[in-house]
């Protein structure tokens, strides 16, 4: 995966973005050990500094925990990944009807405009 980073949020803070959201599409599974830091740093093309700085916040969320011995690993603790989820989709959601509303578009257009398209997915 390409990493692309933009202006105006903290580097560390866009790879918890990219992160969490790697947790929440199931690719890297509940209990599962995650990449490095120096793995995610390659990847990334940033300073290991910056990832240590990011696995630092997901600790401090619960979204991940350290083993000593063995490295980083996602909770399983349901109640952190239920909140997690919560607030994602809750930011992607807010973010679409603040978008839609602002080309003009009603609640009651924004509700049909999704059911449309949720009904297009099922296809």
Same mark, same amino acid.
């Given at each position: $995966?390409?990493?692309?980073?933009? /202006?105006? =949020? +903290?580097?560390? $803070?866009?790879?918890? /973005?990219?992160?969490? /959201?790697?947790?929440?599409?199931?690719?890297?599974? +509940?209990?599962?050990?995650? +990449?490095?830091?120096?793995?995610?740093?390659?990847?990334?093309?940033?300073?290991? *500094?910056?990832?240590?700085?990011?696995?630092?916040?997901?600790?401090?969320?619960?979204?991940?925990?350290? /083993?000593?011995?063995?490295?980083?690993?996602? !909770?399983?603790?349901?109640?952190?990944? *239920?909140? $997690?989820?919560?607030?994602?989709?809750?930011?992607?959601? *807010?973010?679409?009807?603040?978008?839609?509303? *602002?080309?003009?578009? !009603?609640?009651?257009?924004?509700?049909?405009?999704?059911?449309?398209?949720?009904?297009?997915? =099922?296809?």
């Amino acid at each position: $995966m390409e990493w692309t980073f933009v /202006d105006g =949020k +903290p580097i560390y $803070m866009q790879i918890v /973005d990219i992160l969490r /959201d790697r947790v929440a599409g199931r690719e890297y599974l +509940p209990g599962e050990k995650i +990449p490095s830091v120096r793995e995610i740093a390659v990847e990334a093309g940033v300073n290991p *500094n910056t990832v240590q700085k990011a696995f630092a916040e997901l600790e401090r969320q619960g979204l991940v925990y350290t /083993d000593r011995t063995s490295g980083r690993f996602v !909770t399983k603790d349901e109640a952190v990944l *239920n909140k $997690m989820y919560d607030e994602l989709s809750s930011g992607y959601i *807010n973010e679409l009807v603040t978008k839609l509303h *602002n080309i003009g578009m !009603t609640d009651n257009e924004i509700k049909d405009a999704v059911s449309r398209c949720i009904e297009k997915e =099922k296809i």
